[in-house]
C-alpha cells in the first residue's frame, strides 16, 4: 500500500533553514505528482509546494521565494528546502501524492498524506 514517511522537521530561530523530506514506497513514486501540505491552528490546509513528474514546480504565495522542492526518483524521495524561515511557517507539514498519476500537480486532486512533521520556528 502506499507509504509517505516524512523526517527532517525541528526547532529552529526565525531566518533559519530546515530540509524535510518524505520518502515513499507503494507505488512508482516517479509517476507521480508529490507535494508538501501544511495546517496550522484554527487554518485551512495549504498546499505551500508540489513537484509534478516531469518536474515543473508550484509554490504558495506564502512561501515563494524562500522554499524550493525537489524530488530523487531513485531514492523515491521528495525534499522541502526550507529557507529565511519565519515564527509563522510553524505547524505539520505533510507530504502528499495525487491520486492518480494524471492528477494535476497543483489542482489535484490528492489521494495520500504521510503522518507529518513538525517544524517550529522560533522568534
Known amino acids: 500500500q502506499v507509504q509517505l514517511v516524512e523526517s527532517g522537521g525541528g526547532l529552529v530561530q526565525a531566518g533559519g533553514s530546515l530540509r524535510p523530506s518524505c520518502t515513499a514506497s507503494?507505488?512508482?513514486?516517479?509517476?507521480?505528482?508529490m507535494g508538501w501540505y501544511r495546517q496550522a491552528p484554527g487554518k485551512g490546509r495549504e498546499l505551500v509546494a508540489s513537484?509534478?513528474?516531469?518536474?515543473?514546480?508550484y509554490f504558495s504565495d506564502s512561501v515563494k521565494g524562500r522554499f524550493t522542492i525537489s524530488r530523487e526518483n531513485a531514492k523515491n524521495t521528495v525534499y522541502l528546502q526550507m529557507n529565511s524561515l519565519k515564527p509563522e511557517d510553524t505547524t505539520v507539514y505533510s507530504c502528499?501524492?495525487?491520486?492518480?498519476?494524471?492528477?494535476?500537480?497543483?489542482?489535484?486532486?490528492?489521494?495520500?498524506w504521510g503522518q507529518g512533521t513538525q517544524v517550529t520556528v522560533s522568534s
Open positions: 507503494g507505488f512508482h513514486f516517479s509517476s507521480y505528482a
Open positions: 502528499a501524492r495525487t491520486r492518480g498519476p494524471h492528477s494535476d500537480y497543483v489542482s489535484g486532486p490528492w489521494g495520500y
Open positions: 513537484i509534478s513528474s516531469g518536474g515543473a514546480i
